[in-house]
């Protein structure tokens, strides 16, 4: 079945720099790569997704990168701020093995330096 | 607009005994989902309902079963708990059948079996 791995764990990054996130998928038939945000507390939120059609999408200081052919794809954070600081989520659906269903990697804790 | 609801938000069993997670959505959508999350282990799917009727197995679904009681509603039950069982669940609903659709979360049920 489809597996995402997703690296680093951890990052700490200084209030304005970039944070980059990145996590690579199995199934090469998966189609949809969100992202979420997870706050102390609270469920994932969707922050910005991209469809296996397009190479990069951009939503102010968030952007998403997605290479199929080396079947992996990235969050980029740029001008980072406190509020930034959460739990990010990668995941990959669509394939032949998870049509109906969303696969996770493990998460990502960034925290931002003031 | 309340979204994804999730009752109770905290709850302490002891081994062996039984209780419902009731998950309930007021957007229309049409498919749920029940999620737990771990440490390091970000969110694995326990079962899914691609449409009101429906109900399928996912990655984790040993020792829970669930009801789709309506298009609204989606809860998870737990005959006999285990402290293996002891974790944050999430419930998730989309507006497509696919998984290849934004899923909207609830705040999750922090679940304590000893």
């Known amino acids: 079945g489809e597996n995402v791995e997703q690296h680093p764990s951890t990052l700490s990054v200084q209030e304005g720099d970039s944070a980059v996130i990145k996590c690579t998928y199995s199934d090469s038939a998966s189609n949809y790569f969100p992202w979420y945000k997870q706050e102390l507390g609270k469920g994932p939120q969707l922050i910005i997704d991209i469809r296996s059609n397009v190479g990069e999408k951009k939503d102010q200081r968030i952007a998403v990168t997605l290479n199929k052919t080396a079947k992996h794809f990235s969050l980029h954070i740029t001008e980072t701020q406190p509020e930034d600081s959460a739990v990010y989520f990668c995941a990959a659906s669509g394939g032949y093995s998870s049509a109906s269903k969303i696969i996770f990697g493990s998460g990502t804790r960034l925290s931002i330096r003031p | 607009n309340a979204g994804v609801t999730q009752t109770p938000k905290f709850q302490v069993l002891k081994t062996g005994q039984s209780m419902t997670l009731q998950c309930a959505q007021d957007m229309n959508h049409n498919s749920m989902y029940w999620y737990r999350q771990d440490p390091g282990m970000g969110l694995r799917l326990i079962y899914y309902?691609?449409?009101?009727?429906?109900?399928d197995k996912g990655e984790v679904p040993n020792g829970y079963n669930v009801s789709r009681l309506n298009k609204r509603e989606f809860s998870l039950r737990l005959e006999s708990a285990a402290p293996s069982q002891t974790s944050v669940y999430f419930c998730?609903?989309?507006?497509?059948?696919?998984?290849?659709?934004?899923?909207?979360f609830g705040d999750g049920t922090r679940l304590s079996i000893l």
């Open positions: 309902s691609a449409s009101e009727g429906t109900t």
């Open positions: 998730a609903s989309s507006v497509g059948r696919g998984g290849n659709q934004p899923q909207h």
